[in-house]
């Protein structure tokens, strides 16, 4: 991804106000396209020099959709690290909308041969549209195996997920149960909920009642930290 930097010429605030006004799901082709730029400014602005890299590979969970560059919680990883004075960059790939349909798309582009973690968050939106349980466990599988053939040496995280109960018991428990089973069976660690503590109440989330407000993001943060510490 960040390969391609020096070819962007948009001045870093149109970046901002696009992360803004673009929706998380039913974008349009030319949407997800400036979308895409602001994730690759927001990765300039939290790389720094440094020998590790920690991936984030999301959707707009991970892009901090609706918040200033900054406030998402991998940026709140970021700050984290630096305090403790670790030699890691973080790395934040998310794009609002994405599947895990188009993230496996997506992934060869952004992978780097020097990435030491790669934290895979991807699913929520296959489950909001009811995509099926087989086609998103594929989707993920592929995306690990992909990680493991380029990167051999790097460690990989799943972000789990959960959805509300819309699509029925037995689609929602499928759906929850699908990470930590596929964390299990590659032997990967799992993050057994992303959203603990912050999804369904309303002060940490934005308006849509779907995204984490700024405080949202620190608690969505220590869910990630708890598991990411250990590995660093």
């Given at each position: ?7 962007l ?24 396209e ?9 990765v ?32 709140v ?10 030699n ?39 489950g ?20 493991q053939?380029?990167l051999p ?34 032997n ?13 109440i ?15 993001q620190k608690?969505?943060a220590?869910?990630?930290w ?7």
């Open positions: 991804m960040i390969k391609k930097n020096s070819a010429n948009l001045p870093l605030m149109l970046c901002y106000f696009l992360m803004l006004v673009l929706a998380s799901c039913g974008e349009n082709k030319q949407q997800k400036d979308n895409q730029v602001s994730v690759e400014e927001e300039v602005e939290e790389t720094t020099e440094s020998s590790k890299k920690i991936l984030f590979f999301g959707d707009s969970l991970t892009a901090g959709y609706g918040l200033e560059l900054g406030q998402s919680f991998p940026s990883i970021q700050q984290k690290i630096d305090s403790l004075g670790l890691y960059a973080v790395i934040n790939a998310g794009l609002s909308g994405e599947t895990t349909a188009s993230g496996k798309n997506r992934l060869d582009w952004v992978l780097e041969d020097d990435m030491d973690i790669v934290i895979i968050e991807l699913g929520a939106n296959d909001l549209r009811g995509v099926p349980i087989s086609e998103t466990k594929t989707n993920l599988q592929e995306m690990i195996d992909q990680v053939e380029d040496n790097a460690k990989i995280i799943l972000a789990g997920m959960k959805i509300p109960p819309n699509m029925g018991p037995e689609y929602t428990s499928q759906f929850e149960n699908l990470f930590p089973t596929l964390a299990k069976q590659e990967i660690a799992l993050i057994p909920f992303l959203l603990e503590d912050v999804a369904g309303p002060e940490l989330n934005q308006g849509d009642g779907i995204h984490p407000t700024v405080e949202g608690l969505v220590k869910n990630v708890k598991v990411l510490k250990p590995i660093l």
